[in-house]
C-alpha cells in the first residue's frame, strides 16, 4: 500500500429499523436497497474517495440493530478507526438507546472518531427528536453530528467525508514517520561509513606519500 493510500473501517450502529443499511446503500451504490430484508449479523460496502490526492478506501460495517446482535457489533468493532451511530428523528426511543451503543464500544481503542446521525429528516412532520437535542447528545460525548436523508440522499456523502477528513489528520499524527534513509541505510550509519572511509582513505596516502 502506498503512502497516499488508507483503508479506513468504520462500522453503522444504532437500533433497527432507522436507516444504517439504507444509509450504506445510498454512499456506496447511489440508490435505496432493492429489497430489505433485516440484516442478519454484519455486511460491508466499499467506496473509495480522494481526499486531497489520498486514495482512501472506506470499507463500512452494516450492524444488525436488534437486542441479540449488540453483543456480536462488538466483535466487529475490532480495527475500527470510525463509529456512525445512527438514531431515526421519528423515533424518541432509538435516539434513548444510544448510550447503550456507545458502552458496547467504550473500551475499544482503535476508535479515534465517531459521528451521530440523525437519520430521516425528510420527516419533519413527525419529528420527535428535535436538531438541538441531538447535537447536545453528541457534544456531551465527543462526537460529531450531522442529520440526513438517505430516502432524499441529503448529507450522506457529508457523513464519510467528515469522518475522513477527521481520521486522516489523526492517523498522520499518530503514525510513525518514517525514518531518513539512503539506498535502505539509515543517514546517522550511513554517515558514519562515510566518515570512517575518508579516515581510511587520509591515513592510506599519508602512509604511502
Ligand atoms: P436499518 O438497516 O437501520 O434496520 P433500513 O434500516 O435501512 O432497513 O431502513 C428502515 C426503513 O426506513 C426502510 O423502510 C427504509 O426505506 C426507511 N428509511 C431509511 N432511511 C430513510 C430516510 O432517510 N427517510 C425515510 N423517509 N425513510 C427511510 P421500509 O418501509 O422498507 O421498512
Ligand atoms: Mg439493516
Not at 475490532?78 to 428523528?89: E, F, M, R, T
Not at 464500544?105 to 436538531?131: A, P
Amino acid at each position: 500500500m502506498s503512502k497516499n493510500e488508507y483503508t479506513l473501517k468504520y462500522i453503522l450502529l444504532g437500533d433497527s429499523k432507522v436507516g444504517k443499511t439504507s444509509l450504506l446503500s445510498i454512499f456506496t451504490n447511489n440508490k435505496m436497497p432493492d429489497r430489505e430484508l433485516p440484516t442478519i449479523g454484519v455486511d460491508f460496502g466499499i467506496k473509495q474517495l480522494d481526499l486531497n490526492g489520498k486514495l482512501v478506501k472506506n470499507q463500512v460495517w452494516d450492524s444488525a440493530g436488534r437486542d441479540q446482535f449488540r453483543e456480536s457489533a462488538a466483535s466487529y468493532c475490532k480495527g475500527v478507526v470510525g463509529i456512525i451511530l445512527v438514531y431515526d428523528i421519528t423515533n424518541l426511543e432509538s435516539f434513548q438507546n444510544l448510550q447503550k451503543w456507545l458502552d458496547i464500544v467504550k473500551n475499544e481503542s482503535s476508535i479515534v472518531c465517531k459521528i451521530l446521525v440523525g437519520n430521516k429528516n425528510d420527516l419533519e412532520k413527525d419529528r420527535k427528536v428535535t436538531f438541538e437535542q441531538g447535537k447536545k447528545f453528541a457534544k456531551k460525548n465527543g462526537m460529531k453530528f450531522l442529520e440526513t436523508s438517505a430516502k432524499e440522499n441529503t448529507n450522506v456523502n457529508e457523513i464519510f467525508l467528515t469522518m475522513m477528513k477527521e481520521i486522516i489528520v489523526m492517523k498522520e499524527i499518530i503514525e510513525p514517520k518514517p525514518k531518513l534513509n539512503f539506498l535502505g541505510l539509515n543517514y546517522v550509519i550511513f554517515a558514519g561509513i562515510c566518515l570512517i572511509l575518508a579516515i581510511t582513505f587520509v591515513i592510506y596516502f599519508n602512509f604511502h606519500k
